[in-house]
């Protein structure tokens, strides 16, 4: 469709665009380069915490066109009566249903930015509002302000259901928690029926969560495709690069420190493992106490770490979304041996024993991360076929192909709606 002017367009994100160090920051920021070639962008920050990290703080001056930083009110309301009540007599219950209520009020309008769209200083009247999550959009109040499309890459009832399969417990919880995801699944479709049109991080969340209008925008490595040649370290080494503060993360690797790594170094005792990501300092100092382990917390450059290693291990076995980390390490011509979670969304192009290695109970895991340890001529080969992979998939044109795709269908379903309402 031909776009006589600028696209005047709000990209309303739970995230900063800079700077650009894990997987959720670098979609807001390859969003944000997408829309910048369509139109004119502002970026709202919608924070989901009162008080801003250190980092965030010295980000805000990076990000371009930043119109606002919007962040929950303090102290919070206090909870119904009723709920009170529950709390004070079964305290972990009470605590439970509490923090489910807090949960399901992202799928409306935040009170206290009710009058966000007609403050004083600042033109906000949008062709297009593109919210990064649902809850963005939903908190603003941003439906019916302007077209709407969303990038739903961490879809809350997933993450619910993912854990759930993921851990055992008794029925009563089990079933509370299916309680759960009925919920928010329900919300979630009430609001994919108001946006103009839906990207989803893969086609199993398409299929999952039916929308009007939808397409699949898949992650992509955000440094693009690096031949880095092979391995140069001391020992066999497998990686592991992610947010170590976010739970899905932590307890995979957690796990596979504990059930893993022990029948690893038994097989390969001289077998090295590098954690990098941002973490506590205790978990440092625990993780590092583990035979051949390396934890580094937070690196300014990801390449000496990608050089040094055989494979990666990507053994995450709950979340929402994709694992951009498994794209990263193709792109470094790296390998990973991960779980059928963790592979999810790259299903039709990152193969069993051709790229990566997939395997959900211990036993197989650990014999996979073996064989490659053993055989860097295979995990070499393996790993230049995946950089072949995401050099031709998943690349910044394609990524912003699909988002002006979704963009166009959205601006034909407005004006074909606007014909409609103006027909006799």
Known sequence: MTIKRPL???????????PPDFGAVQRSNLMHRALCALGEVDIV??????????????????????????????????PPFWLRGVRRLRPSLGNTLVAERAALEQYHEDPDWIGW?????????????????????C?????????????????????????????RGASGARLVQRARIHVHRREILRCLKRCAHVWFASEADRTRLPAPSGSVLRNI???????????????????FVGQLRYPPNRLGVQHFLEQVWPAVIEHVPNARIRLVGETSPEDLVAWNAHAGVDAVGRAASLEEHYTAATACIA????????????????????????????????????????EILCADDDPDFAAHCVALLRDPARALAM?????????????????ARTVAQGVSIALGHRTATAEAGAAP
Do not use: C
């Not at 005047?8 to 739970?14: K, Q």
């Not at 010295?58 to 303090?74: N, Q, Y």
């Not at 440094?223 to 066999?236: Q, T």
């Not at 076995?317 to 999810?344: C, D, M, Q, Y």
């Open 221 to 239: 490595p955000f440094h693009g495709v690096r031949d880095i040649g092979p391995p140069v370290a001391d020992a066999p080494t497998l990686l």
């Open 383 to 399: 790993g230049s076929l995946g950089r072949a992979v995401v050099a031709h998939e998943f690349s910044f044109e394609n990524f």
């Open 139 to 167: 908190r603003l109040g941003a439906f019916g302000r302007a077209t709407t499309l969303l990038d739903l890459d961490d879809a809350p009832d997933l993450l619910i259901s993912s854990h759930l399969r993921a851990k």
């Open 117 to 137: 769209w007609d403050s004083p200083g600042h033109d906000r009247r949008y062709d297009l509002v593109v919210g990064r999550h649902l809850a963005p959009l």
């Open 315 to 354: 053994p995450i076995r709950f979340g929402a979304g994709t694992n951009i980390k498994v794209l990263e390490a193709a792109a470094h011509g790296r390998p990973t041996v991960l779980t059928s979670f963790a592979h999810r969304g790259y299903e039709r192009h990152l193969e069993h024993e051709r």
């Open 45 to 78: 920050a919608v924070l989901r915490h009162v008080r801003m990290t250190d980092g965030e703080e010295a980000a805000v001056p990076k990000v371009g066109r930043l119109v606002d930083v919007l962040r929950p009110a303090w102290p919070q309301p206090r």
């Open 8 to 18: 005047r367009i709000l990209l309303a994100t739970p995230f900063l665009t800079e």
